[in-house]
């Protein structure tokens, strides 16, 4: 076995044993009345296929892993493509055992295979790796996760050999059971441990004699017993992870637990978080210790924000990189962009892809800029637009001041050197470059290149007609038509 990586998780399966594990991401999901794969739906700010392969890539005691795709299987495939497990096709969707059917090439060369479903996001390491190793203690052939819920309504119930037996006799589910198996509170999750010789010498015991003529790997728990096979159930204390998102409410139930999970985590780990309810942080988002997240703040993607940083209300920040020190205002919205060590941004500044703001830099209110470069304690304080511009240090960008980057075809870029003065209103026609320390004046549209330390002025001149206005006036008060 190779090397434990350090964030998997220790198991104590016989380490000869070869682990698979199977996520069954197959079906359409027909209860979320949706045109899109069941889990392709996000909940906390990715699919939740991707949340089940990131617990299942946590497990130590397995080699490799497998989702099992079919409803939309390109759509599925290429979502996750970049998550590192491998694929099998169940082109014709006829059920979880028919899943494992279908899979019997790619999982027979495993002793052990552990089946998750790829609609639970909430599932852990740490269980996962505790199924495996209950199903290898008791040496048994087939081991299925059990939880129990206050209100089990809809979901296959565990009738065990006894109360306090590990062993199982069957599972039986909602609409088969009698008056008195409603009243078992243990469910049967969808997840299961499975001896893989075992698993492929009785699925094909399987039968579609069902409402919907499907073939139900549950039903491998009767087959089992009946060739007096161990079949046994583990349950888990946490009940919520085994949770599945087979409706728009239990979906949003999901996203809300996983997104507070993350707000407390992010606490633990020493960020303030105020009103963290009201907060939508999701799941890859990293924040240093000391950072203060004010209300209604979203944190989305891959954003990683440093320490001493202040995010007030409002913004939404997505894919961005934000360093130590940095003060972001309300209301700002910024994806893939960068933001350097003690800069301000805001209130209400949008910075769109490729906006690099530098060390100390100030970029205020109403100002928008894309693939931009603001350099290190420069300033754009407002209602600015920024675009296809490198902008060195020391900058003053003045009110109002526009790059012309876009002539109808062609992008093109602005360079405005170190010490340049902007004034307000200046309209900068792209391709251009400005100087080191030059000044552009006022209202100026600049066309040409500016050398260095000079002035550039592009602007009308000034003309005064002294009397205009009152002779003005008083040829329109003798046009006015008189009152009668």
């Known amino acids: 076995m190779a090397k434990t990586p350090e964030n998997k998780h220790k198991s104590s399966t016989t380490a000869s044993q070869r682990v698979a594990i199977a996520i069954m991401a197959a079906g359409k999901g027909t209860r979320l009345k949706s045109k899109h794969p069941k889990v392709l739906h996000e909940v906390g700010g990715k699919p939740i296929l991707a949340h089940v392969i990131a617990a299942a890539k946590k497990v130590v005691a397995a080699q490799d892993i497998f989702a099992i795709i079919g409803h939309e299987a390109d759509r599925v495939r290429a979502a996750v493509a970049d998550c590192g497990v491998q694929f099998v096709l169940q082109a014709d969707q006829r059920g979880t055992g028919h899943a494992l059917m279908v899979a019997r090439e790619a999982l027979s060369p495993y002793d052990q295979v552990i089946v998750l479903s790829g609609d639970a996001p909430l599932i852990t390491a740490e269980t996962i790796q505790g199924l495996s190793d209950f199903h290898a203690a008791q040496k048994a052939t087939m081991t299925l996760l059990s939880a129990e819920l206050q209100d089990p309504s809809g979901y296959g119930r565990v009738i065990r050999k006894s109360a306090k037996s590990p ?194 830099a100030h970029v205020g209110n109403f100002v928008e800029t894309k693939k931009m470069k603001l350099g290190k304690g420069s300033k754009a304080n407002h209602l600015t637009y920024l675009g296809d511009a490198e902008i060195g240090e020391g900058v003053n960008v003045g009110a109002g001041t526009i790059t012309c980057n876009y002539d109808g075809v062609h992008k093109h870029k602005t360079v405005i050197e170190d010490g340049v003065f902007v004034g307000s209103d200046a309209t900068l026609v792209a391709p251009l470059t400005i100087g080191k320390g030059a000044y552009v004046a006022a209202g100026s549209c600049i066309t040409d290149d500016v050398p260095a330390d000079s002035l550039a002025l592009g602007r009308a001149r000034q003309t005064i007609k002294e009397g205009w206005a009152r002779e003005k006036r008083g040829a329109q008060a003798a046009q006015k038509p008189k009152q009668g």
């Not at 997240?293 to 954003?303: D, H, M, N, S």
């Not at 995010?311 to 940095?326: H, L, P």
């Open 167 to 360: 062993e199982v006799r069957a599972i039986v589910e909602e609409k088969a059971a009698s008056a008195q198996q409603k009243k078992i509170r243990e469910i049967n999750s969808g997840f299961y441990a499975f001896s893989v010789g075992e698993l492929y010498a009785h699925i094909g015991d399987l039968t579609t004699q069902n409402a919907h003529g499907e073939y139900y790997l549950t039903d491998m728990a009767g087959v089992f017993h009946r060739a007096r096979k161990k079949v046994v159930a583990m349950k888990t204390p946490q009940a919520g992870e085994v949770l599945g998102s087979n409706t728009r409410a239990e979906m949003v139930d999901l996203d809300a637990r996983l997104r507070m999970a993350k707000c407390l985590q992010l606490m633990n780990d020493g960020v303030t978080i105020f009103y963290p309810a009201t907060c939508v942080i999701d799941s890859d988002v990293e924040v240093a210790p000391d950072t203060v997240i004010e209300p209604f703040v979203q944190l989305l993607g891959k954003t990683k924000v440093g320490g001493d940083c202040r995010i007030r209300s409002y913004c939404v920040i997505k894919n961005t990189e934000i360093a130590d020190g940095v003060m972001v205002l309300p209301g700002c919205v910024m994806d893939d962009s960068r933001i350097g060590k003690g800069a301000t941004v805001g209130p209400f500044s949008r910075l769109r892809p490729g906006s690099d703001i530098g060390e100390g």
